[in-house]
């Protein structure tokens, strides 16, 4: 079974900081993996997403994250925080049979001005 | 880019009453899911539909709901008879033979 684990629940930042998020997974089957960000009171949009190919990719706001396969890890970074970016975020694993999305418990980002 | 549309934003509804959350998926989308989110907890997985018939539901998917593609473009979940804790946000989701779903903004559902 997959799954998916989000370390800290709660990060702070300040504005202009490197932003981290930590997304650690399991999968038995090569896994696509996939960052949303909901803003209060708002939907889950689409930030990012690792299918096949580079594991280095770039997504939407100057974030980026990693595939590492040897860490099971897929980390998501913004080298500057803006205030703008504070809201929660969500990892999320799919294996490419069934494409059921797999959620983290979120971190939900503040950055401090 | 595409959305796909829910409905309503937001339905109060008295415990033990039915309901329906609408959803209108991409018009070219192939694969419907229902996910929901009870405050402050993460996003679950609740049901995926497809070639008009359900291809996988989780535990909490249990004989109180039911989901539904009327007419070829809406998606429905029905939830029989409601509990306090249904109230969440529920989210549906589309998609095409990729694998990236779209979701809606959902239907916040409080139960009274």
């Known amino acids: 079974a997959q799954s998916v684990t989000q370390l800290g629940s709660h990060v702070s930042v300040s504005e202009g900081a490197l932003v981290l998020l930590r997304c650690n997974y399991s999968?038995?089957?090569?896994?696509?993996l996939f960052w949303y960000v909901q803003y209060p009171n708002q939907g889950l949009q689409l930030l990012l997403k690792y299918t096949t190919g580079a594991t280095l990719v770039k997504g939407i706001n100057g974030f980026e994250a990693e595939f590492k396969k040897s860490e099971t890890s897929f980390h998501l970074t913004k080298p500057s925080a803006h205030m703008s970016d504070a809201a929660e975020y969500f990892c999320a694993v799919t294996d490419p049979g069934t494409y059921k999305y797999i959620f983290g418990t979120g971190t939900r980002l503040k950055v401090l001005a | 880019e595409p959305e796909v549309t829910q409905t309503p934003s937001h339905q109060v509804t008295q415990m033990g009453q039915e309901v329906i959350l609408r959803c209108v998926p991409i018009?070219?989308?192939?694969?419907f899911y229902w996910y929901r989110q009870i405050l402050g907890q993460k996003v679950e997985f609740l049901v995926s539909?497809?070639?008009?018939?359900?291809?996988?539901k989780s535990e909490i998917f249990d004989d109180q709901f039911s989901v539904e593609r009327p007419d070829g473009s809406n998606f429905t979940l029905k939830i029989r008879s409601t509990k306090l804790e249904d109230s969440a946000m529920y989210f549906c989701?589309?998609?095409?033979?990729?694998?990236?779903?779209?979701f809606g903004q959902g239907t916040r559902l409080t139960v009274v």
């Open positions: 989701a589309s998609r095409d033979r990729g694998s990236r779903a779209f």
């Open positions: 539909f497809y070639n008009n018939e359900i291809s996988e």
């Open positions: 999968s038995s089957v090569p896994p696509y």
């Open positions: 018009s070219n989308h192939l694969y």
